[in-house]
């Protein structure tokens, strides 16, 4: 019989791979098999993703980068794919901001501006001239719930993954004749170790209390897991979504429709 969700010989960039939902999405990826490339400003825990995918008999890579330098985003796709036909992009990395628009500052707006949006066209327009060439690829962006309500005290990260969701439909429509096919996923609150280390940082001493209350305020009744998130990526990278392009998919606990 043949695998469902087979990714073997392609070729895969994941930003932000090596934390979070970005890790299990590499991990993911690769265990279907696919040779995941990391790309990642942290270097220890981009290293630590590789060194466990290799030890389950995975293929992957790490490359240091910022993904808001056009010129650097460009020379590492171009070392990828100077052999390689770039497959499948994940883009996962990006910063969050708590505020509104009061509390937000100008440098505030454009640090995140900087990773959240133009990380995201630098990495597609990197590697968009390689898909139309071998006319196929696949094309992931990280929105989020806050691409479709209103959170509060997010006016600045809301922006920038409104951004997020729009581009992801102008590259949809505009690349669709080319055989790209490019979506974009929106969680909620997904349990990561970002989330650990936000409640003990800010709420000492009270980590289960906050935990549970947070996890409540999904309609489900719990947080998500980078897992589930992954799975979808999956999903939306494999074959099986050859009909999908130009959507974006809530993996939210029912947030968006049962409480926005």
Same mark, same amino acid.
């Given at each position: ?30 265990? $279907? ?10 270097? %220890? ?60 500052? %100008? ?40 691409? $479709? ?112």
């Amino acid at each position: 019989m043949t695998s469902v969700f087979d990714l073997s010989n392609k070729i895969a960039l994941v930003t932000g791979g090596g934390s979070g939902i970005g890790k299990a999405i590499s991990s993911k990826l690769a265990a $279907h098999g696919a040779e995941v490339h990391i790309l990642d400003f942290n270097v %220890e825990g981009a290293q630590q993703t590789v060194n466990e995918i290799v030890a389950e008999k995975g293929k992957a890579h790490y490359h240091q980068c910022d993904v808001s330098n056009q010129q650097g985003i460009k020379d590492i796709v171009d070392g990828i794919g100077a052999e390689n036909a770039i497959d499948i992009l994940i883009n996962n990395a990006g910063i969050a901001h708590i505020g509104n628009i009061e509390n937000t500052s %100008e440098g505030d707006m454009d640090k995140l501006f900087e990773v959240n949006i133009k990380g995201v066209y630098n990495c597609m327009l990197a590697c968009i001239g390689k898909m139309k060439e071998k006319q196929s690829g696949v094309i992931i962006n990280m929105a989020s719930i806050g691409s $479709h309500i209103g959170l509060t005290d997010r006016f600045a990260y809301s922006m920038t993954k409104g951004a997020v969701l729009t581009m992801t439909y102008s590259v949809a429509q505009d690349y669709i004749e080319d055989g790209i096919r490019c979506n974009s996923i929106s969680p909620a609150r997904i349990h990561t170790p970002f989330v650990d280390g936000f409640i003990s940082k800010n709420y000492p001493g009270k980590e289960k209390e906050i935990f549970d209350k947070l996890s409540k305020t999904q309609p489900i009744g719990r947080m998500g897991k980078p897992e589930e998130v992954a799975n979808l990526a999956l999903y939306l990278c494999s074959d099986e979504a050859s009909f999908i392009t130009g959507t974006d998919f809530p993996i939210d606990g029912g947030f968006i429709k049962l409480k926005g």
